[in-house]
Nanobody
Framework: QVQLVETGGGLVQAGASLRLSCAAS????????MGWFRQAPGKEREFVAS????????YYADSVKGRFTISRDNAKNTVYLQMNSLKPEDTALYYC????????????WGQGTQVTVSS
């Protein structure tokens, strides 16, 4: 079992920054592909960003490219999402997810942290 706990959400104004963190349990965090997803009210959950096991490869949704940065610290079992130039349309519940047997698909999910961006 892998437990994922997200922190760092909050209420900010448009243009502000936030950094989300996701702490993972387990001894093999460095073997997981990690991702961030989000779900806005009334919408489907959507992919935001992902990072490979050692952090050499990252991928972003077009909507966040250039504003968000995903990173990881395998020594701390933590993945981060730095979000800059936030927009009201970034308002959502943000989840981190782990693909523990890549590329098998994300098989563990956190509970989410709320990000609200006011205009």
């Amino acid at each position: 079992q892998v437990q994922l706990v997200e922190t760092g959400g909050g209420l900010v104004q448009a243009g502000a920054s936030l950094r989300l963190s996701c702490a993972a349990s387990g001894r093999t965090f460095s073997s997981y592909t990690m991702g961030w997803f989000r779900q806005a009210p009334g919408k489907e959950r959507e992919f935001v960003a992902s990072i490979s096991r050692r952090g050499f490869s990252t991928y972003y949704a077009d909507s966040v490219k250039g504003r968000f940065t995903i990173s990881r610290d395998n020594a701390k079992n933590t993945v981060y999402l730095q979000m800059n130039s936030l927009k009201p349309e970034d308002t959502a519940l943000y989840y981190c997810a782990a693909d523990t047997r890549p590329p098998g698909g994300y098989d563990y999910w956190g509970q989410g942290t709320q990000v609200t961006v006011s205009s």
